[in-house]
């Protein structure tokens, strides 16, 4: 069974400064997906950026960008540029891949997830 | 707006009672998911259906019932309520795998549950 681990449940941060969540995956399945979501207080699960395992390069968007270390089955978050509007959980979340055309997504299996606060 | 539309978004029930969250989707999705969420557990599944006509039990299924009504509609049922079941309740759906598809779920905005 596949799990997810978050080891900070609690961040915070300066705005404009930098932050890095941590999340690590323990898996023995080769072809996977990796996600960063985040609910703000309004509740609204939205994702944030997503990683194929068989990609080597690093997802970014905007200023969200991931450190996946496939070997070391690590997925950490890093934002840039903190801002107010960041503050939210965020969970990171892992899906193995089931099959490759016209079949069902795997399921999403959630860390716990990092309540991150940026402060003014 | 496109999207996955929960109703209802806040219920207070008591002990035994029972009710129906409801669950559609807009954007030809052929899976669907309930998961639960507590304080400090994140988020954990329910029920899914992988595809029109199929419910699969997830992580947490007692307590639960679920009804894949069309390709649109999900709904999960409370027969008897218990304390425990008070939490937010999400539901999600997912496009099939093939090329181009942004791999990922599309929430509902949540329903929140207490049960007294």
């Known amino acids: 069974a596949q799990t997810v681990t978050q080891s900070q449940p609690e961040m915070s941060v300066q705005e404009a400064e930098t932050v890095t969540l941590s999340c690590t995956y323990d898996?023995?399945?080769?072809?996977?997906?990796l996600f960063w979501y985040k609910q703000p207080p309004s509740r609204q699960m939205i994702l944030v950026i997503r990683q194929e395992a068989y990609k080597q390069q690093n997802a970014t968007e905007n200023r969200f960008s991931v450190n996946f270390q496939k070997a070391a089955k690590s997925f950490s978050l890093k934002i840039s540029d903190s801002q107010l509007g960041d503050t939210a959980m965020y969970f990171c979340a892992f899906m193995k891949r089931l099959s490759y055309y016209g079949g069902s997504q795997g399921n999403l299996i959630f860390g716990k997830g990092t309540k991150l606060s940026v402060k003014p | 707006n496109a999207g996955v539309t929960q109703t209802p978004k806040f219920q207070v029930l008591k002990t035994g009672q029972s009710m129906t969250l409801q669950c559609a989707q807009d954007m030809n999705h052929n899976s669907m998911y309930w998961y639960r969420q507590d304080p400090g557990m994140g988020l954990r599944l329910i029920y899914y259906s992988a595809s029109e006509g199929t419910t699969d039990k997830g992580e947490v299924p007692n307590g639960y019932n679920v009804s894949r009504l069309n390709k649109r509609e999900f709904s999960l049922r409370l027969e008897s309520a218990a304390p425990s079941q008070t939490s937010v309740y999400f539901c999600?759906?997912?496009?099939?795998?093939?090329?181009?598809?942004?791999?990922?779920?599309?929430f509902g905005s949540g329903t929140r549950l207490t049960v007294v």
């Open positions: 999600a759906s997912s496009p099939p795998t093939g090329t181009g598809v942004n791999y990922g779920y599309t």
């Open positions: 898996t023995s399945e080769n072809n996977y997906y």
